[in-house]
């Protein structure tokens, strides 16, 4: 009895030690797990200068013009619209083409459908200088009914300065095509609007010089503190030298050394690869019913519960005719019908850890459609649910 009591204490006192074991394990990996994750979380994606920012006075800068566009096929602006003739009748004066202010063939008199007038817009990137060539869009700004074959006359393109930049001229080439007969009519996309790649050249060069720049400075495309102060010390690093600066949440300053290569070194500042925290967001468009939702987004737990009730009111016109050999006379009355449909309440819960995968899901088990789903996130927002900016297009 005394061995047999000996060996049963032996067997429990192993048995403990064995579970402490197997817990100090479980606990080392749970933590080993949460240390992984957290740095998971902590590092973001890592993602160029050159891709997340800009440099301060290396810009677009956006030309307009107006113009005509010739050769429709009857398309174009009708008589009511005005200025299109006048401009005709400008470019005809400059090339030593009178026309007649009275008679038949007057101004007034124009029927001329094969033309339209346009507005023409491009960008002119950097550093442009006469000569190179830049793509414009064509709109048309009458009441044209397509610019399907149309050729746009040299039209000059202006800056914010009031100075001519470029000159277009060239076919147009649209996305859509609209085709009519017998009265019926076919539209495709816009044929009011076109493009003409190259169509744009540059006559003056906007001044900039890279040697007159004392600073570099670098400009995120989204405000924030972490990632300006992650982006300051990857440039410090790339440089081998403290030569940033972090002005605010979106500008970090660099300063070149003397007689320093500009070109060479915003080539090594564009180059570096920076840690980028974004923001978690979620992108909406009430016209289209498009929502868009960042793999950052947070969830909290919440419980949804969505319905709906439809009412349809339906009129519909009856003729009352009256007996035969009566005095009464026919009547049309009007018969209304009201249906009220009121649809089972859908619950959602979600509970913590939840991700957008779990809501999407959820949201498509119930049926709910896109506006629905606008209405679901907007509620969840002002509960405090969705830890994301909330943007409505």
Known sequence: MRVASRR???YEGGASFSWWVALAVALLFASMLFGVQAHSEAAGHLARIKDIATIEGIRDNQLVGYGLVVGLRGTGDSSQTVFPAQTLISVLERMGITVPQTGANSASNMQV??????????????????????????????????????????????GPDGQIYA?????????????TGGGNTKLLNHPTTGRVPGGALVERAVPFELKQMRVISVVL???DFHTAERMGAS????????????????????????????????????GVEVDV??????????????VVIGGTVRLQPVSILHGGLSVNVISVNEVSQPNPGSTGTTQVVQQTTVQATDKPVN???????????????????????????????????????????????
């Open 347 to 393: 619950r959602i819960d979600l509970k913590e850890g939840a991700t957008v995968e779990d809501l999407v899901q959820e949201l498509q088990r119930t049926g709910a459609g896109a506006r629905d789903v606008i209405s679901i996130l907007q509620a969840m927002k002002e509960a405090g649910a969705l830890e994301a900016d909330l943007e409505v297009l």
């Open 277 to 290: 925290f974004p923001r978690a967001r979620v992108v909406v468009n009430e016209r289209t019913g498009t």
């Open 235 to 270: 440039i410090d690093k790339t440089l081998g030298a403290k030569r940033s600066r972090v002005i605010d949440s979106r500008r970090v300053e660099v300063t070149p050394m003397p007689d320093e290569e500009m070109a060479s070194l915003l080539d090594k500042v564009e």
């Open 8 to 10: 049963t204490a032996e």
């Open 113 to 158: 459908k094969n033309m339209a007038a346009v507005f023409v817009v491009a960008t002119l990137p950097p550093f442009s200088r006469p000569g190179y060539k830049v793509d414009i869009t064509v709109s048309s700004a009458g009441d044209a009914r397509s610019l399907e074959g149309g050729i746009l006359l040299m039209t000059p393109l202006y």
């Open 221 to 223: 495309n989204d405000a």
């Open 167 to 179: 000159q277009a001229q060239g076919s147009l080439v649209l996305g859509g095509y609209m085709a």
